[in-house]
T-cell receptor, first 114, second 112 residues
Framework: AQSVTQPDIHITVSEGASLELRCNYSYGATPYLFWYVQSPGQGLQLLLKYFSGDTLVQGIKGFEAEFKRSQSSFNLRKPSVHWSDAAEYFCAVYYGGSQGNLIFGKGTKLSVKP | EAQVTQNPRYLITVTGKKLTVTCSQNMNHEYMSWYRQDPGLGLRQIYYSMNVEVTDKGDVPEGYKVSRKEKRNFPLILESPSPNQTSLYFC???????????FGSGTRLTVV
């Protein structure tokens, strides 16, 4: 079955430090890839997406992600984390088809130390 | 403002009492979906709709119904709620495949 794996359940980084959140997806032809962020008590906000072209994509709030087909990965990065980045981050994959089902990873909770 | 609006935000109900969670989008999107979010399980699709009068089951449809009589609205119906349906529910809509979904703010449902 198609799946998305976020290996890290919880990550803590210091404010100002760099961040990388990992995401691996099961093999599928030309997936569409997304990262969402969920702040406490809020809905999910789209950070960035990839469907073709340049494998390094830029998103909102200073985030970027790199698609690596050979590793089936789509890791999210930020050079310098701010306290307001503390939230839960979800990687999602869409393989196409009429169901329109985004398959989500189980999420990575990010805590930021002052 | 482009958005997906869900109501209510919070709901506590008793087992067996029918309820409806409303969802409305103002972006003229064709695709709409309902997801539930549970700790440790992530988000799972309940039902989806490709257009008016076209709906189908997602991964966890048992105990739920939906309807799509108008393009903008996609209500989620629990005919006889049970405690295992206590969850955080999200409605979402999208236009093209590549756009990703726009999510509502969520409805936290507790069934006692």
């Amino acid at each position: 079955a198609q799946s998305v794996t976020q290996p890290d359940i919880h990550i803590t980084v210091s404010e100002g430090a760099s961040l990388e959140l990992r995401c691996n997806y099961s093999y599928g032809a030309t997936p569409y890839l997304f990262w969402y962020v969920q702040s406490p008590g809020q809905g999910l906000q789209l950070l960035l997406k990839y469907f073709s072209g340049d494998t390094l994509v830029q998103g909102i709030k200073g985030f970027e992600a790199e698609f690596k087909r050979s590793q089936s990965s789509f890791n999210l990065r930020k050079p310098s984390v701010h306290w307001s980045d503390a939230a839960e981050y979800f990687c999602a994959v869409y393989y196409g088809g009429s169901q329109g089902n985004l398959i989500f990873g189980k999420g990575t909770k990010l805590s930021v130390k002052p | 403002e482009a958005q997906v609006t869900q109501n209510p935000r919070y709901l506590i109900t008793v087992t067996g009492k029918k309820l409806t969670v409303t969802c409305s989008q103002n972006m003229n999107h064709e695709y709409m979906s309902w997801y539930r979010q549970d700790p440790g399980l992530g988000l799972r699709q309940i039902y989806y709709s490709m257009n008016v009068e076209v709906t189908d089951k997602g991964d966890v449809p048992e105990g739920y119904k939906v309807s799509r009589k108008e393009k903008r609205n996609f209500p989620l119906i629990l005919e006889s709620p049970s405690p295992n349906q206590t969850s955080l529910y999200f409605c979402a809509s999208r236009d093209r495949d590549r756009d990703g979904y726009t999510f509502g703010s969520g409805t936290r449902l507790t069934v006692v």
